[in-house]
């Protein structure tokens, strides 16, 4: 068992570092709000941090699940983050959705001081998070993973090393991609169902067991008829990844022509003040 630390108890962090108490490792947690924290103390035991740095002090492994680029520079090279305090040999692991670019810049500020580094984003959403299932993908260096890997099996079903540093934020990327073209199709396809005047439920258990299935049918095409958005991955979140796989796609020469207009609707979207509905809303902008 492992001594760890937890930066960033989000909707997904949260669950994530609990897991990793129930797998038996010690874990010191630390999150912006501090009251965030406190409450994931009295729910799992462990220590909640006043520092990134203060968290890290003592862990074999340090684990960040925060916003965007600036969140994952401000709580490892910023001040009072865990690079000041890591240990030589530990190793310390990204589950952010962030660029390629920031995951080859901590790797290299992580080596610097013998730690190692793993970007490793995430998919599978809350649920995914909360019943441990996660798919994670990781770039790095293959010592490091291996060390990693053992540890991030509490909240995974899936981890694999993809590439060198940088890698698993790709892979993300290629998700995001994927699933952006998928849910603009599968909003398409219900609101064509619901205009027809077929039993979308009918048609959905049926389809969806033939080559048109998908996670994304079989998790939110109900609900997308019912007009439920409430809860899942957030649009602004989707917005947030999107930008990043644009400008990584601008940078090496890739075409993303579905993947620009579905950010369009999103935009869309947000203009409406909908930013924190789930990303299969974009059914929205076809029914009404």
């Known amino acids: 068992m492992s001594t760890c630390a937890f930066i960033g108890l989000g909707v997904m962090g949260y669950p994530m570092a609990g897991h990793l108490v129930a797998a038996g490792h010690t874990v010191t947690v630390f999150n912006r709000t501090a009251a965030r924290a406190e409450d994931w103390v009295a729910a799992h035991g462990g220590r909640a941090a006043a520092t990134p740095a203060d968290a890290a002090v003592g862990a074999d492994f340090v684990f960040l699940c925060v916003g965007d680029d600036p969140d994952v520079r401000a709580v490892t090279t910023g001040e009072g983050g865990v690079l000041e305090s890591m240990s030589e040999g530990s190793v310390l692991v990204d589950h952010t959705t962030a660029s390629a670019v920031v995951a080859r810049e901590i790797h290299a500020a992580a080596a610097a001081r013998r730690v190692g580094f793993v970007d490793a984003p995430i998919s599978g959403g809350q649920a995914g998070a909360e019943n441990g299932v996660l ?129 369009g609707y999103y935009a869309q979207l947000q203009h409406l003040g909908l930013g924190r509905w789930d990303t299969s809303s974009l059914i929205h902008l076809l029914r009404d």
């Open 135 to 263: 798919t994670v993908m990781c770039g790095g260096d293959q010592a490091d993973f291996d060390r990693a890997a053992p540890v991030i099996d509490a909240y995974s079903r899936s981890c694999n090393l993809l590439g060198g540093p940088g890698s698993g934020q790709l892979t993300k990327m290629v998700n995001q991609i994927c699933i952006a073209g998928l849910v603009q199709g599968l909003s398409e396809g219900i609101n064509f169902a619901m205009r027809a005047g077929l039993d979308v439920d009918d048609v959905v258990d049926t389809i969806s067991k033939g080559a048109a299935g998908s996670w994304q049918m079989e998790n939110r095409a109900h609900t997308m008829a019912e007009g439920v958005f409430d809860y899942g991955f957030a649009l602004d979140w989707m917005r947030k990844d999107l930008r990043i796989c644009l400008a990584e796609a601008a940078a090496n020469g890739s075409v993303l022509p579905v993947t620009e207009i579905v950010d």
